[in-house]
């Protein structure tokens, strides 16, 4: 009788080990934001001596450049060409003239900054936590400290000043390298009924500076996010080279969603304050 | 050759009771162990019994769980809050995987600390680089990548970097470790020619005997999280603690 209900209890009970690993998942990214809270601030802090590691910050966005340019035209010049290739045929039937307050609005308020965001999180974000990662399992982050060199300022401000200057620069090169694309296929592409000049006057008719703007804010804030996500898993690794795959992993992944979330809030505060236009 | 080195500054250290553990598992229990000024100390351990953890909490890397380590007048907390400028004294690691930086030069590694903290001019820093390289026989190796370098160069150019900021303590964990004989004998040496020039208070961790019986003015054994045995130099190689007699003669240095 006492077994029966027992064995009931237990049966409605989800088995003990998901319990458990679910409690634990999310202490640990609880911890983790908090660790990404507390050097965002730490950095924010040590950006008052900047100008002392002026020549570390230009490194930096020198090596962030160099890792990202040449794919992110590669890739903008293709989402550009493949948003008026859709775009047209979905049009086809109603009218193709929107195709570029289309592609000119999409690029710079959202793909353009998402777009980047993942790139440099991709290419320099997982290199800076293995960077970050592979010295503090050499010890070279605990030789720093014997040294009374504080870790902060000496590695994470660096490269947070140059990913956060970074992104946005990026974000004006993808917009216009989208939009170029995009103008192309509406030369070349025999299907697509508008002229180059409908094109481009449509896009500049609708297209202002708020939009691009709020892309440049987006692009400023996802610096942020994937830098001090990259140098917290850096900091945080501990197990020798598998420690290292495994930090520069999880900043990827982790950067990837942080920069969706901060889009959805980004765009639901400027729709606060930027209320859509009616036109 | 250069004016006579200054001498280092008198540094003591007294590891009073220090427990510390990790995930419940006790490593060091209750360890005491007194450092005079200006003497170099071995402590001998097997692997694994503490030996790194014990040097981490004299640094001031970690902090025990219980008890105090005092260096002088002060803990080692109150010492690493001290801003560099208003330390009344310099201590330095070799670490046991040397934790050059990797993406700089022999000469940045070296004057890293004095860059940093900016407490010398260009000129004076590469005079000081020259110096302290000359000193680990690596002159000329500047601009060289640690990456290009054998373990014990990386070795030699880690105390080089302790030399640099002219530290009064330098802990060194198993600075041999890795090395062949007669590297080993070179680097005994060299932590012995440092002893001799400045005088500063040393540390070193190791297992290697011979290294020991090289350097040590006194020997501490470290076992189960204990210091067991405690000795001069000279004494340790007659120890009668059972222990010692075990190890001595595991390395068949008696
Ligand atoms: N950060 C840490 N987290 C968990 N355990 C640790 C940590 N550091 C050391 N330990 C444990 O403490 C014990 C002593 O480690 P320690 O590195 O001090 O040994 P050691 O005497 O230096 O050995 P070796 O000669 O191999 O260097 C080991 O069992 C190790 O697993
Ligand atoms: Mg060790």
Redesign the interface.
């Known amino acids: 009788m006492a077994q029966a209900t027992d064995s009931a209890r237990s049966s409605l009970r989800a088995p003990p080990g998901v319990v458990a690993a679910l409690g634990r998942g999310t202490l640990d990214v609880l911890q983790i934001v908090g660790e990404c809270v507390s050097l965002l601030a730490a950095t924010v802090w040590h950006c008052r001596s900047a100008g002392r590691h002026l020549p570390k910050i230009v490194t930096q966005l020198l090596l962030v450049g160099s890792e990202t340019l040449g794919i992110a035209a590669l890739v903008s010049l293709f989402v550009g060409m493949v948003m008026v290739v859709q775009a047209a045929d979905q049009l086809a039937n109603y009218t193709q003239e929107v195709l570029g307050s289309l592609v000119g609005l999409a690029m710079t308020k959202e793909l353009g900054p998402v777009i980047m965001g993942f790139i440099v999180a991709g290419k320099s974000g997982s290199a800076v936590a293995a960077e970050i990662g592979s010295m503090k399992v050499y010890e070279e982050i605990s030789a720093l400290r014997t040294m009374d060199i504080d870790p902060v300022p000496f590695l994470s401000m660096p490269r947070f000043l140059a990913m956060t200057l970074a992104l946005p620069m990026l974000v004006l090169y993808s917009d216009v390298i989208g939009i170029l694309g995009g103008t192309l296929v509406v030369a070349l592409d025999p299907t697509i009924s508008i002229s180059v000049s409908q094109f481009l006057d449509n896009l500049t008719e609708w297209l202002n500076l708020t939009d691009v703007l709020v892309g440049l804010v987006k692009g400023l804030v996802f610096g942020m996010l994937v830098s001090i996500v990259a140098c917290t898993f850096g900091f945080r690794t501990s197990g020798g080279a598998e420690g290292v795959a495994r930090a520069t992993t999880s900043a990827v992944v982790w950067s990837f969603v942080a920069i969706i979330i901060a889009d959805f809030v980004i765009v639901r505060v400027a729709f606060l304050f930027f209320p859509a236009t009616p036109k | 050759m250069s004016e006579p080195p200054q001498l280092a500054k008198p540094v003591t250290i007294a590891v009073r009771d220090v427990w510390k553990s990790y995930d419940g598992q006790p490593v060091l229990r209750g360890v005491r162990l007194e450092v005079l000024a200006g003497e170099t100390l071995v402590i001998i351990g097997g692997s694994g019994e503490g030996k790194s953890v014990l040097i ?1 909490q004299i ?3 970690e902090t025990p769980d219980h008890g105090e380590i005092r260096l002088n007048d002060s803990t080692v907390a109150e010492y690493r809050r001290l ?2 400028e208003e ?1 009344p004294f310099r ?3 070799v ?3 040397s ?5 700089l030069t022999v000469a940045e590694n070296v004057s ?2 004095l860059r ?2 900016r407490s010398a001019t260009r000129e004076e820093i590469r005079g000081i680089v020259r110096e302290c390289l000359e000193q680990v026989d690596l002159a000329g190796t500047e601009d060289k990548m640690p990456a290009e370098l054998s373990g014990g160069m990386r070795k030699r150019v880690a105390i080089a970097r302790a030399l640099a ?1 002219r530290s009064d303590l330098i802990l060194y964990d198993e600075p041999t470790a890795e090395l062949d004989p007669l590297l080993t004998e070179e680097v005994g040496a060299l932590i012995r020619r440092i002893q001799d020039r400045r005088r500063p208070t040393q540390v070193v961790v190791t297992h290697n005997l011979p290294l020991a019986r090289e350097i040590a003015d006194h020997v501490a054994v470290l076992r189960h999280g204990e210091i067991v045995d405690y000795r001069t130099g000279d004494d340790f190689f007659h120890s009668e603690h059972p222990h010692t007699r075990n190890f001595l003669r595991a390395a068949r240095v008696v």
Not at chain 2, 99 to 103: G, I, P, T
């Open positions: 981490r640094i001031g890397l801003p560099m330390k201590a330095s690691m670490f046991q995987t934790a050059l930086l990797n993406s890293l600390a940093e903290h900021v």
